[in-house]
């Protein structure tokens, strides 16, 4: 059966200090793996595709990086605006387009 | 170029009543997908359309729960005789044709079931 776990379920930084957040998978035929950014009363927000195990991608202070069993979102020198849930999903199996969804990260920047 | 566009933004229903929820996808998309996220829970994938068509509706309830996405008009999630279990936001994402492409998420619909 597939299964997306993240972990922390929250994380409280203060501005500037630097951390990861994990995503770790198992699925059948990994087609793609998400990374999301949800704001309280919002809908997903996309930020990341990846697609095979070594990728990197970065926007701004974000980077996400896939292995052949995990994922990780660092962020770098946050801001208090970077303060969301943050969600990964993984795409798998043959002709399946549909997401499947971790539980999130709630992140928390202290000014 | 408009995103995917839910409304209402808010539905109060009362039990037994009915709950239809509708969903425009951004321009270019032809694939429309219904998520339910309940309080403290991920989001869990209902259903996946396309115009005319389901093609996967392996996560829908068996019973009172029905999608469609006709030819002309937005996609609609239809709940009939509502219960309190179905009081959730709901949120429609919508991608192109094309397989492992990222899906778009609308604000989703705040459904309460009074």
């Known amino acids: 059966e597939d299964q997306v776990t993240q972990s922390p379920e929250a994380l409280r930084l203060q501005e500037g200090e630097s951390s990861s957040l994990n995503c770790s998978y198992t699925v059948s035929g990994l087609r793609g793996l998400f990374w999301y950014r949800q704001d309280p009363g919002k809908g997903p927000e996309f930020l990341f595709t990846l697609y095979s195990a070594g990728e990197e991608k970065e926007k701004e202070r974000l980077k996400a990086t896939l292995t052949k069993k995990e994922s990780f979102l660092h962020i770098t020198a946050p801001k208090p605006e970077d303060s969301a849930t943050y969600l990964c999903?993984?795409?798998?199996?043959?002709?399946?387009?549909?997401?499947?969804f971790g539980t999130g990260t709630r992140l928390t920047v202290i000014p | 170029n408009a995103g995917v566009m839910q409304n209402p933004r808010h539905l109060v229903r009362r039990r037994g009543q009915e709950a239809r929820l509708r969903c425009s996808p951004m321009k270019g998309h032809s694939h429309v997908y219904w998520y339910r996220q309940l309080p403290e829970e991920g989001l869990k994938f209902m259903v996946y359309l396309q115009k005319e068509n389901i093609i996967d509706e392996s996560g829908m309830p068996k019973e009172r729960f029905s999608a469609e996405f006709p030819k002309e008009g937005p996609s609609i999630l239809r709940i009939q005789q509502v219960v309190r279990g179905d009081s959730a936001a709901y949120f429609c994402a919508s991608s192109p044709a094309l397989q492992g492409t990222e899906a778009f998420f609308g604000q989703g619909t705040r459904l309460t079931v009074v």
């Open positions: 999903a993984v795409q798998a199996g043959a002709g399946a387009n549909n997401l499947f």
